[in-house]
DNA sequence: GAGTGGTCTAGACCACGCG
DNA sequence: GCGTGGTCTAGACCACTCA
C-alpha cells in the first residue's frame, strides 16, 4: 500500500531513497506544528482522526506519534488525547538546566529568583551569528541577568537572541513573567524551544562575574554555552550561563 | 490473551497491578542478557524464535526489543539480527565519555595514551560504600590513572571497582587492554556498563592534579563523578574524573 | 458510556545481508 | 533465495478520563 499512495503523503517525498509511510506521516504532523496549527499545550487531532486525514491505518499514525512523543514535541496522556508540548509546565520547571541542588531536587527548591542587568538590541558579532545563523552585523537581542536561589545567586548568565524573531522584547518582559523564559517565548513570540546543544567548561571567575554571583575573583565556575534550536533545527538562542557549584551540581545521566 | 497467558510469562508478574505482556517479554528478556545466555556482541534469537519460545505473536516480541534496543542494551541490525550491546565496538570509541576536542570529534582524535599511575586494593570508606551500595570496610579496587591525547595529559581519573567483581584485577590489566576500559571489564571480568549518572562541577586544581595535568595550581577544572551501573541498577564503579577543557570541552545534548 | 490512547494479534509484503 | 528485521494493515479488546 506504500507505494500505491494517494496524493497527501507521498507528495512530501521528494527523495527516491525510499522513506516509511510513517516518517512520512511524521514529516505532515511537524509540518502543522510548525504552522502552528495546534497551539503549545492543546490536543492535535486523535490518532483515528489523522489517520482518516492522511488515509493509512492508525497503527501507522501511532508509530509517527510515537516517534515525535520520542523526541519530546507532544505528549501522550491516555485516555486524554495527544497535547503538543511546551515549556509551560507543572512537571519538571526548567526542562533545559540541568543544575541541581546538592540536597533535594528542582521540585524541592522552588522557582529561581530573578534579577534582568540588562536587555538591548545590538548588531551581532561573527561569534555570535556564526551560532544563530545570522550574518555578523544582523539585529540582535542581548540580555544578561542572573538567578538566585533562596538567596544565594548562582547562575549569570547571558542571551543572545535574532533580532527578528524577538522585535520588541522588554526588560520588563524578561524579568516580570513568572514561570519558565522560554514558556514567555512561546506565549509572547509563539518561539517554541525544541532541542539544546551544551559545551560545558571550567573557568575561573573574573572580577565583573565574581560580584554578581558573591565569590571570590578567580573561583572556578561551570561554563555552559548552549545553542537552543526550534523546530528544522534551526537556532533561536545563543546562552553562555556562569554557574556556582559549590550547592549545586550539573546533572547528566548516560546510556 | 494477556490475562490467560501459559506459564512463563505471567509467572514473572508478581504485581497485581497490571503490567502488559511486552514488558513482562522484557523483563525475560532482561533475565536472559543478565544470566549471560547471550555474549556482549553475540546476536539473541530472531524475533519468530522468541514469539514461539514465550508463545506471543511476533509484534509483541517486537515491542519488547524496541524498548530493549531504546535502552541501548540490544543493537538491531536490517537483515542480520539483534545483537548484545557492548563497549567493543568501532561505532563511537568512548560510549560514556562526552569529552570532545573544540574541533573535531573523538574520531579525529584517536584513542587515549593511558598512563596508571595506582591499582590497589583497599577497604571502602564509607562515601565509596554508599555510591557502590556496599558496607564501610568491603573490599574495593582502587585505580589511578591519566588520559592524554596528543601528548596532553587531559584526564586524571580515579575509579573504585567492587572487590568482589574485579578480584585479581591488575595495573597491567588495566593499561595494556587496547580499547574502551569498560569493554575490557566485558571480557575479563563480566562486567557489563549499562548505563551512568555523572554530576559535575568546576573546581580548582590542587597541587598533585596540577602537576599530573600540567596546569598550574588553582586552575579550573571540570569535576566529573560518575556512577556507573550493571542491569538491574546494581552501581558496579565509582570514578572521579578531572578534566582539563582548555582544549577540549564536555558536550551535552538536551532535548 | 463515549472517546482517547494502549495492547495484542495475524498476516502480507518490503528492504537488507549473505551465501 | 533464504532469513533477518522493518513496515503496514485491520480488527479486537483493555485501561483511563470525563461528562
Redesign the interface.
Known amino acids: 500500500m506504500a507505494t500505491t499512495l494517494p496524493s497527501p503523503a507521498d507528495a512530501e517525498a521528494p527523495t527516491p531513497a525510499f522513506s516509511p509511510l510513517y516518517q512520512q506521516i511524521k514529516g505532515l504532523i511537524l509540518q502543522s506544528l510548525q504552522a502552528g496549527e495546534w497551539r503549545p499545550g492543546e490536543a492535535i487531532p486523535s490518532e483515528m482522526e489523522l489517520a482518516a486525514r492522511f488515509r493509512v491505518s492508525q497503527g501507522t499514525v501511532r508509530k509517527a506519534i510515537d516517534e515525535l512523543a520520542?523526541?519530546?514535541l507532544v505528549v501522550r496522556r491516555q485516555g486524554k488525547g495527544t497535547f503538543v508540548a511546551t515549556h509551560a509546565e507543572r512537571q519538571v520547571q526548567y526542562?533545559?538546566l540541568?543544575l541541581m541542588p546538592d540536597t533535594g531536587d528542582q521540585a524541592t527548591e522552588g522557582p529561581a529568583e530573578r534579577r534582568v542587568l540588562d536587555c538591548r538590541r545590538m548588531r551581532s558579532t561573527a561569534e555570535v551569528a556564526r551560532a544563530l545563523a545570522l550574518r555578523s552585523g544582523d539585529a540582535v537581542v542581548q540580555v544578561r541577568r542572573t538567578l538566585a536561589f533562596g538567596g544565594t545567586p548562582t547562575i549569570l548568565e547571558e542571551l543572545w537572541l535574532p533580532g527578528n524573531a524577538f522585535k520588541g522584547i522588554t526588560a520588563e518582559q524578561m524579568a516580570g513573567y513568572h514561570g519558565p523564559t522560554y514558556a514567555m517565548f512561546e506565549l509572547e513570540f509563539g518561539v517554541r524551544m525544541?532541542?539544546?546543544?551544551?559545551?560545558?567548561?571550567?573557568?575561573?571567575a573574573d572580577a565583573a562575574a565574581a560580584g554578581l554571583l558573591q565569590v571570590p575573583a578567580?573561583?572556578?565556575?561551570?561554563?555552559v554555552e548552549?545553542v537552543a534550536f526550534t523546530y528544522n533545527d534551526v537556532p533561536m538562542e545563543l546562552r553562555r550561563g556562569l554557574?556556582r557549584?559549590d550547592t549545586h551540581?550539573?546533572?547528566?545521566?548516560?546510556?
Not at 525544541?194 to 575561573?204: D, F, L
Open positions: 520520542a523526541d519530546n526542562r533545559f540541568k525544541v532541542r539544546a546543544e551544551e559545551k560545558i567548561r571550567a573557568v575561573a578567580g573561583s572556578p565556575l561551570l561554563s548552549r554557574y557549584t551540581h550539573y546533572r547528566n545521566d548516560l546510556s
